[in-house]
């Protein structure tokens, strides 16, 4: 009785570890993207390139400040008190930066 039971639960891992084989030969790979895969990360890097350079170079200074502070994950009551500026100010300096951003990336 005891041999029937030691051979049913081999039967069980077998059945469990080929699931688990199955399982991995549906996820992707960190080694291995598709073209697809591929081409998209191409296109974030470059997008991501073109928004760095920009942030750095299409912005005055406060908006730069505003931004930085933004993308850090600051509220704009917070950014307001740091800069020492009315959340008011803050609004206008971040939709002023988000429209110039969006004019220079869409040329």
Known sequence: MITKRKQESDFAEVAVDKLLM???SNESSAYFMTDHEK???KSLD???SKLRWHLARSLS???KEVM???LRGKKQRE???ILG???QVVSIYKQR???RLRKVMLQ
Do not use: V, W, Y
């Open 22 to 24: 199955e399982s991995f």
């Open 39 to 41: 081409s998209h990360n």
């Open 46 to 48: 470059s997008f991501r």
């Open 61 to 63: 200074p406060r908006q």
């Open 68 to 70: 930085r502070l933004t």
């Open 79 to 81: 950014i307001a008190a």
């Open 85 to 87: 500026i009315t959340q």
């Open 97 to 99: 930066a988000i429209n």
